[in-house]
């Protein structure tokens, strides 16, 4: 059982700058797929950003250029870094793991950015 603790959410002015961390009960290296997903109020979880146990990375259309997504495997923690903040990217967001042939999730960290 993965056990995901997420962190850094807050509330922040248009244009501004958060980190979030997602702490794993369990070393990165045994992760095939770890990523972050937002869910506005109202809508869908979506994906923001994945990055795959080869390193490489995707994100969605949406945030390219603004976020990035990271790990430090000596931490067992996932990093996505979020710049130039939109109104747009209010919402709760969500780490994700697929490992060991299942999906785990994090209970999630909001995010409010005002204008």
């Known amino acids: 059982q993965v056990q995901l603790v997420e962190s850094g959410g807050g509330l922040v002015q248009a244009g501004g700058s958060l980190r979030l961390s997602c702490a794993a009960s369990?070393?990165?290296?045994?992760?095939?797929?770890m990523g972050w997903y937002r869910q506005a109020q109202g809508k869908q979880r979506v994906l923001v950003a994945k990055?795959?146990?080869?390193?490489?990375?995707n994100c969605r259309d949406s945030v390219k250029g603004r976020f990035t997504i990271s790990r430090d495997n000596a931490k067992n923690t996932v990093f996505l870094q979020m710049t130039s903040l939109k109104p747009e990217d209010t919402a709760a967001y969500y780490c994700?793991?697929?490992?060991?042939?299942?999906?785990?999730w994090g209970k999630g960290t909001l995010v409010t950015v005002s204008s």
């Open positions: 994700y793991v697929f490992a060991h042939g299942r999906e785990y």
């Open positions: 990055i795959f146990s080869s390193g490489s990375t």
């Open positions: 369990e070393t990165l290296l045994s992760f095939d797929t």
